[in-house]
């Protein structure tokens, strides 16, 4: 049977919304929020549920305006973390995360 889901690498030019997650990437960032959460379990901020999970695809999140045009937003590849019990969803910059490249301000930066 033919894989219906084309994963892809974290070089990867398509544009967000059509950017599946392999595996390893999912697992990545799958520890990555584990390892950030400060309570255990990393429960639902809504329902409490310890049942959510990464979804295979990255999603857009709207980010300020473009300075270049000052019309346009930026989009920003999130990984998004579904609660499986009330559908609460959270949003992480991927390029924090490490599964793309692309500027990350840091505290210092003037332009941050």
Same mark, same amino acid.
């Given at each position: 049977m033919e894989n219906l889901i084309q994963l892809a690498s974290a070089d990867d030019t398509r544009p967000? %919304? &059509? $950017?599946?997650? %392999?595996?390893?990437?999912? &697992?990545k960032a799958t520890a990555w929020v584990?390892?950030?959460?400060? $309570?255990e379990g990393d429960p639902c901020q809504v329902c409490g549920s310890t049942h959510s999970l990464v979804e295979p695809s990255l999603g857009p999140m709207p980010g300020g305006i473009n300075p270049y045009d000052g019309v346009t937003g930026w989009l920003h590849p999130a990984v998004v973390v579904t609660c499986q019990n009330c559908g609460f969803m959270r949003y992480f910059n991927a390029v924090i995360v490490g599964l793309m490249k692309g500027y990350v301000p840091s505290s210092g930066d003037e332009n941050a």
């Open positions: 967000i %919304t &059509q $950017r599946l997650m %392999t595996i390893e990437e999912i &697992q584990n390892d950030k959460s400060v $309570r």
